[in-house]
């Protein structure tokens, strides 16, 4: 797929001092969503707010279907959709207008149809004569959505979206995402929620004190990084392992029924055959055997945990 969104050594210093983006490097292409996972303070929101063009970077360039977020914002700027992480909306106006009104500052003729079919996907048709004062957090967080999608970006960008929402706002905003990527929009996403990055994402990023300490298909990064474990439940428990098994580094739990073995994914040999084979020549019986994988919040702990360490 081709890029429509590149980012070349994208810097934000601060007068303070404070680097805030270290010479990010990121192409993103037509169609996919893309996680941006870090702490707080990572850099995630202000790199979303220089490639939206609503910070002035130090150095470095973005462009979006190629054109520059400088030199070219209104060009740029007209093919993005932003939903912040803070509410930002006016108190008296209604739900519908307030979407209408959003369309018109890009310069966009009015189009009903749209309009009524977001606020539908969103849940919010019942609402659509509502004073935005009258309305519940959730809510308001599905008219900044609504806002954000109205003039038909092409690249949309969703900065923590359904931090402090409810269940059922998040199950709507989900599936509103996978509709929008299946007719071509561009996701970027900020979350805490891992879990959804995983479900969702095509790649995802780590950022970790302005740095991108990775960009991974999100599949090839759970091969690469992760690690599967063998849990082994014993017939009968035993209160020390054997020091005939003591190469396979095996974790014995507290009541002494069942052995964790860890391998690493990549590797030819897993060790697997010749631990089974040693686990029978110790006199261990074994009741069951299933193997678990290390999940994506796992490798993001590790890989935040590694770099503070450097």
């Known amino acids: 797929m081709p890029t429509i969104v ?17 010479s990010i490097n990121l192409d993103i292409e037509e169609g996919e969503i893309i996680a941006l996972l870090g702490p707080n303070g990572a850099g995630k929101t202000t790199l979303i707010s220089a490639i939206c063009g609503i910070i002035k970077t130090t150095s470095g360039s973005v462009t979006v279907n190629g054109y520059d977020t400088v ?15 803070e509410l930002t909306l006016g108190a008296f106006e209604k739900v519908q207008s307030t979407l209408a009104f959003s369309r018109g500052l890009f310069g966009k003729k009015p189009n009903p149809e749209h309009i009524e079919q977001l606020l539908k996907d969103l849940s919010l048709w019942d609402k659509r004569d509502s004073v935005l004062m009258m309305l519940s957090g959730g809510m308001k967080r599905r008219v900044l959505i609504g806002k954000a999608l109205a003039h038909e970006p092409r690249v949309l960008f969703l900065d923590e979206p359904t931090a402090g929402v409810d269940v059922e706002l998040r199950k709507d905003m989900w599936k509103l995402v996978s509709k929008l990527r299946d007719s071509g929009v561009t996701i970027i996403l900020t979350t805490h929620y891992i879990e959804e990055a ?85 006199g261990l019986q074994l009741k069951d055997l299933h193997t678990s994988q290390s999940s994506l919040e796992e490798i993001f702990v590790n890989l935040v945990n590694n770099d503070q360490a450097q």
Do not use: F, W
């Open 198 to 282: 995983e479900e969702i994402a095509d790649r995802v990023g780590v950022i970790n004190n302005g740095e991108l300490l990775l960009v991974e298909d999100k599949t090839d990064l759970m091969n690469k990084l992760g690690s599967k474990q063998l849990n082994i439940e014993l017939r009968a428990p035993v209160t020390e392992i054997p020091q005939s098994l003591s190469d396979y580094n095996l974790e014995l739990s507290e009541n002494g029924t069942h052995l964790t073995y860890t391998y690493d994914v990549k590797s030819n040999r897993t060790g697997i055959t010749s631990l089974l084979q040693a686990l029978n020549n110790a």
């Open 6 to 22: 590149s980012i070349k050594n994208l810097c934000k210093t601060y007068s303070s001092g404070h680097q805030a983006l270290k």
């Open 71 to 85: 030199k070219q914002y209104r060009k740029s700027r007209g093919l993005i959709g932003l939903v912040p992480q």
